[in-house]
Nanobody
Framework: QLVESGGGLVQSGASLRLSCAAS????????LGWYRQAPGKEREFLGS???????DYADSVKGRFTISRDKDKNVVYLQMNSLKPEDTAVYYC??????????WGQGTQVTVSS
């Protein structure tokens, strides 16, 4: 249903754009959130976008990360700027369709070297 991609190894200060591709229309997704999980840590909420386009961000990434979407490609993006080594984690997207909460995907690994 949702597949993450775009991760990789980058240097500190670099930018990276992650993609969350939907099998259907992204406008059918009531709420889509981006999350990450670093080794040994709890999964962390980063931000979200609603079907109406309202975005919300965690304080930890506000101003550095931006969520956007491409309706023609049915993709939701997470643009990450000024990356830091502490941003190293597996990144996930997860969607809600009406009352149904979708499963966690495999995620995409982001590694930021110092």
């Amino acid at each position: 249903q949702l597949v993450e991609s775009g991760g990789g190894l980058v240097q500190s200060g670099a930018s990276l754009r992650l993609s969350c591709a939907a099998s259907g229309s992204i406008f059918s997704i009531k709420h889509l959130g981006w999350y990450r999980q670093a080794p040994g840590k709890e999964r962390e909420f980063l931000g979200s976008i609603t079907a109406g386009g309202t975005t919300d961000y965690a304080d930890s990434v506000k101003g550095r990360f931006t969520i956007s979407r491409d309706k023609d490609k049915n993709v939701v993006y997470l643009q990450m700027n000024s990356l830091k080594p502490e941003d190293t984690a597996v990144y996930y997207c997860r969607g809600t369709w009406g009352g149904y909460i979708g499963p966690w995907g495999q995620g995409t690994q982001v590694t930021v070297s110092s």
